[in-house]
Every structure is written in C-alpha cells, then in structure tokens.
C-alpha cells in the first residue's frame, strides 16, 4: 500500500522548459508549456489560459439594497444572476476595474470602493486573479455602455437576500460564492470596513 | 444619458447559430459559436470551453481533521494549498469522482459522502460544474494514485483551520471558497448533515 505523502517535504515549481503560443481568443490567450518537475525530474506538458485579472463588486446603496444584474451566459447557455464584474483592461488597475465595470454595467457610481478579498479562479490552468471589491453609497448617477455581446437586466434587491438566494441556487457562479465568502468571514472577524456596510 | 434597464423584460438564451470545434486540450475542448440575441436580433462569437464537471471535497477525520493538499499548480506556477478536488471521469457520476479522487489524492477513504452544494466555475466561458462534498469519517485505508503531473503533499490540519487559512489568504483557490461558502451557508441554516460534523 502506498502511504500518503505527510512529510514536510518543501514542494517547488517546476521548471519551464518550453512556451508555445497556441492562440489569441480575446478573453484569453492560449499556451502549451513543457516543464520539468523539481522533485523528480520527471517532464509533462501543460495547458495553460493566460488571462487578465478579473474584478466583481458587491455595490450597495446607501439604503441597504444590493445590485445584481441578469445576463446571459454563453458558456452555460443560460440566463445567470451575478453580481457585476468584468476584466481588469490594459493600463487599468483592479480598482479602476471595478469602477468602470460598475457603471458601464449598473449605471450606478459609488461612494467608496473598498478591495476586500482575492482569489485565483483556477490555479490549475489560468494564471490570473479576481478582486472582489465592495461599493458603498452606490447611486444612478452614471451611464450604462454594454459590451457588443452584453445583454444586462438590472436587479436591486434588499442586501439581505444575497445569502437567500445563494441558499436557493438562484445565484451559482463560483466567483460570486468566493465574494460572498469574502463579506461573510469580513463581518465574522470585525473587518474595518465591516462597520460601514448600511 | 442611458438609463439602467430595470424593467421587467425577461431575457432569453441567445439562439445558436454555428459552432465550430477549435480543438482538444485535454482538460477541455476549445469551440467557437456564433449566436443570436433573442431581444435584438445582433449577432456575436463567443468562445467555449468544454469541459467536464468538476468536484472538490470537504474530507473530515472522526477527530475533527480536514485534509488538505499542497501541489504545484502551472495556471499560477505556484505550491497551492487546497482542499482534494478533480475531474468527473466519464461514466462516473459527481459523488463516484469525489470517492476516487479523495483516495487518489489523499490515500483517505470516507464513510459517507455528502453533496453539500454545486456552483457554476465560469459560466462566460466554461459550460460546467464543479459540486462540493463532505466526506466524513475519513481514514488511510486507501492507495494513493497521482496523476503524472500530479505531486501532493498530504496536510491534516484541525478543521477550525479551514476558515483561518482562507482568512490568512493561504488558500486562494475560488472553487475551495465556493466550498468553504457552501459549509458556513449550510451550517447557518441548520442542514441536515450540519449535525453530522465532528
């Protein structure tokens, strides 16, 4: 029986022997990299996305309602409810991101944006990261500018029924479950930002 | 200045009008399609990735131990920390892939197995599932079995520590807060198998 490997042994990367583009598909570009393993020297070849980092916001307003947004998905082929997000642009950084993508979205600006979390949305294969910000005071003062493949409904609900409609499956995209983590275990450890939520 | 849409109008799934295979890069399939809107008539590409469910797994020992994994990952070219997870075999169905994979991984087999929640990784571009598990009673009865490119550190920690490493930003796989947000959720509301925890 092979026994599971409870050492304390360091891992290391492994080494990159080769890079081969593969394509340029707008959301990301696709590579093949060959690398050499530094624990035994052993060689594969892996695939990997190369993407922008990616925001999503949890905007709020001022009385306590939450914005989500109704779209399309291509990938699910399905009408999804998400909270707004989109790709970090050239020049931009994460919170610009976050601006940007909450107007041209929602329509709405915000008071205050305050960067509460990231995580890597798949280690495994892409090489990016995802903010989650949180947006206070958040008012219809801006323009909306849909992507040419957008196609955007517009929710408020009351900020409590985030964690009901999780609870109910009504919201499944895994991004918006890691910015509910975010806020959850934000309040659970007192975060500062924590006493500002309305 | 253009108004958010805040109607009631109902979106609907974009009509698919070609779809062209780009290729298999072993994880997932890259396809193009050309779609529709339903509400305008404009047309756009988009591209797919097809890829198989995923899971992940939530492994408990009778004492109060979740296991976690150190590995390298190429998305990130970094030694992550997560919880066991992998791929839906064909023919498998989630909680069979969930077995096989905590074993391969972690050498641990499980008592019971609960499905405690599925989320969408990516549904802009990836058309899958990955469904999380809690697996209860884990002990090393089994036999590890890495993928080639696999290379595992097996870590017990007490699970207490699950909430507190995401907190300390050691795990930032978005997939394994998804997991984390399903246990806290599921806890809070009193599920069924929230009595069942060590």
Request: glycine content about 8%; overall charge negative; charged content about 30%.
């Amino acid at each position: 029986m092979k026994t599971p490997d409870m050492s304390e042994r360091r891992l290391e990367p492994w080494e990159l022997l080769e890079r081969r583009e593969l394509g340029d598909f707008r959301i990301f570009r696709l590579a093949e990299t060959r690398r050499r393993s530094a624990a035994d020297g052993r060689e594969h070849s892996f695939y990997l996305l190369d993407t922008p980092d990616w925001i999503n916001i949890i905007a709020l307003t001022s009385s306590g309602e939450i914005l989500l947004i109704e779209q399309y998905r291509n990938g699910t082929d399905q009408i999804t409810l998400e909270i707004p997000g989109g790709m970090v642009d050239a020049g931009e950084d994460a919170e610009e991101a976050a601006r940007r993508e909450l107007e041209e979205e929602t329509g709405y600006r915000a008071e205050q944006l305050i960067d509460i979390g990231w995580v890597e949305p798949n280690p495994a294969f892409l090489n990016n990261r995802c903010t989650t910000f949180l947006a206070l005071g958040c008012r219809p003062e801006g323009e909306t500018n849909f992507d040419p493949a957008e196609d955007i409904v517009l929710k408020l609900r009351p900020m409590e029924d985030f964690t009901r409609l999780i609870d109910a499956g009504e919201i499944r995209h895994a991004l918006v479950l890691a910015a509910h983590d975010h806020l959850q275990r934000g309040i659970a450890v007192g975060a500062e930002w924590a006493d500002l939520l309305p």
